[in-house]
C-alpha cells in the first residue's frame, strides 16, 4: 500500500511523565501493521481519567507498564487503512472504534485484531449513524459503566444511587440503569442538575449529609449504589442499609464491596452500549472538544472532574 503522504503523522507524547505541561505534539514516522494487526488514521480520540491518572509519575507509570517514551490516551475511533498478513476480521475503509492504552493520541494507531485494550489494543466496528466523536468517546467509560451495572444488577424494582452520575463513567451508568427499569439518583455539584435531569437522574448535591439528602428524595430507601467519584457516595449508601453485595465503586478499594472496571466487562458489553447509542436509545454528551495542538487545555479540564459528559481530541 502506498503511504499517506499528505502531512507528518502525529503523535502526543510525553517528554517526562507528569501533568499536561509534559505533552507535546511530536512528528513521528508513520507505523506499519505487522500480522494479525490492522493500522487506523484516527480521527478522534477521548479522554478519560485514567490517561493522566497512569502517566502523572514515573512510579505510577511502571506500575502500569509504560515507560519513555510513552504516548497518551486510549480511547479512539477512525478508519483501518492498511490490515496486516492473517487479518480476515476487518478490511480497508472500515471504521472502527476502540482502545489502545497510552498511545491513541496520534494519526496512526496499530491494533491487534485479537488484542486487549492494555495489549495490543482492540477493535470494534464503528455502527452506522455514529460519528467518529461519539465512537471514541465509548470503549473505556462503556465497558466500565457495563462493569459496574453487572455487579448490581439493577431492575424496574430498584432505586439506584449513583455517584458522579454527570462525569464520564456516570453518563454511561445512569442511562443504562434507567434502560434497566431503576429509580436513578445521581450525585453531582449544584450546577450539574440540569445535566443530570437529561439523562433521566434525579439529581443531588454530593458532600457531606449525603446519606440525609438522599433520604428526604427516596423515603422508601434505595437499593443499590454505584461510586463512580471515590468513597463518599459508597459510604452513604452503608449509611442508608444498602448491602455490599449491591454497592460497586471504580475509583476505590473498599472492603467488602465489589469494584469494578472496564476490563471486567462481559464480552460484547460495548457492542451492545454502541447499538444503543445507534438506535438513539443512549445519549454520548460531549463537553467538549479540541484540536490535537491544544492537548494540554484538554487534559487540563478534563483532570478538573468538573465536565458534564466527554472530552475528545480532533485529529
Avoid at 148 to 177: K, R, S, Y
Wanted: proline fraction near 6%; charge should be negative.
Amino acid at each position: 500500500m502506498k503511504e499517506p503522504s499528505a502531512r507528518p503523522s502525529r503523535a502526543v507524547q510525553f517528554a517526562s511523565f507528569g501533568g499536561p505541561e509534559a505533552l507535546n505534539v511530536n512528528e513521528v514516522p508513520v507505523p506499519q501493521a505487522g500480522p494479525g494487526q490492522i493500522r487506523v488514521r484516527v480521527a478522534a480520540a477521548g479522554l478519560n481519567p485514567m490517561d493522566w491518572f497512569m502517566t502523572s509519575d514515573a512510579e505510577t507509570a511502571a506500575r502500569f507498564g509504560l515507560s519513555l517514551p510513552c504516548g497518551f490516551g486510549t480511547d479512539y475511533a477512525g478508519t483501518v487503512d492498511q490490515v496486516g498478513d492473517d487479518v480476515r476480521a476487518f478490511a480497508v475503509g472500515d471504521r472502527v472504534f476502540g482502545g489502545a492504552m497510552s498511545r491513541a493520541v496520534a494519526d496512526y494507531v496499530i491494533v491487534d485484531v485479537a488484542g486487549t485494550i492494555a495489549a495490543g489494543g482492540e477493535a470494534h466496528r464503528t455502527p452506522d449513524g455514529v460519528d467518529d466523536r461519539t465512537a471514541a468517546a465509548l470503549a473505556i467509560a462503556g465497558c466500565t459503566a457495563a462493569a459496574a451495572l453487572a455487579v448490581i444488577n439493577p431492575g424496574p424494582d430498584d432505586t439506584v444511587l449513583v455517584g458522579g452520575g454527570g462525569g464520564g463513567v456516570g453518563v454511561f451508568a445512569v442511562q443504562l440503569a434507567r434502560l434497566a427499569g431503576a429509580r436513578v439518583i445521581g450525585t453531582g455539584s449544584a450546577s450539574s442538575a440540569d445535566a443530570l435531569r437529561a439523562l433521566g437522574a434525579e439529581p443531588v448535591v454530593y458532600g457531606e449529609g449525603l446519606a440525609d439528602r438522599v433520604r428526604a428524595l427516596a423515603p422508601a430507601g434505595i437499593t443499590a449504589a454505584m461510586d463512580l467519584h471515590g468513597t463518599d457516595t459508597a459510604q452513604a449508601a452503608r449509611e442508608l442499609g444498602v448491602p455490599d453485595e449491591r454497592i460497586t465503586a471504580i475509583a476505590a478499594q473498599i472492603d467488602g464491596i465489589t469494584p469494578a472496571n472496564g476490563a471486567s466487562a462481559a464480552p460484547g458489553a460495548i457492542e451492545e452500549i454502541a447499538g444503543l447509542v445507534a438506535a438513539g436509545r443512549l445519549r454520548v454528551p460531549i463537553a467538549a472538544t479540541f484540536p490535537v495542538e491544544r492537548i494540554p487545555a484538554a487534559v487540563e479540564l478534563q483532570a478538573e472532574r468538573h465536565v458534564h459528559g466527554k472530552v475528545v481530541i480532533d485529529l
